[in-house]
């Protein structure tokens, strides 16, 4: 059976928003790949917490160093984007179980699965 790598941070090009180009960031794989290209969804992991929290914001303050993080950080889930499983140089940590499935609860109330 092949890893999976949904629920793992890895290092990674992640796209600006606001202007062309991208920067190397943690991120979290939140989908297998997918594809004649191997495209994983990923999300964005910011050590700068934001002046206010979005429903779309996970914390990670219990066990970031664990997970391979240089400080507390959050995941922002409404930045999303794809990129080729290949595009994923280095393997940082992988979130528990539960963790992960709080993850894939949110996304599901982002996209309004199963409803």
């Not at 400080?71 to 889930?77: E, G, K």
């Amino acid at each position: 059976m092949a890893k999976r790598l949904s629920g793992s941070i890895y290092l990674a090009k992640f796209p600006y928003s606001e202007e062309d180009g991208a920067k190397f960031r943690p991120v979290l794989v939140v989908s297998e790949p997918r594809g004649e290209y191997e495209l994983v969804v990923i999300a964005y992991i910011s050590s700068r917490f934001p002046k206010e929290f979005l429903d779309t914001d996970v914390i990670i303050d219990n066990d970031w160093q664990v997970l391979g993080l240089k400080t507390p950080s959050v995941i922002r889930l409404h930045k999303l984007t794809n990129l080729p499983v290949d595009h994923l140089p280095r393997l940082l940590g992988k979130l528990s179980n539960s963790s992960f499935t709080s993850v894939k609860q949110r996304l599901g109330d982002i996209f309004s699965l199963g409803q």
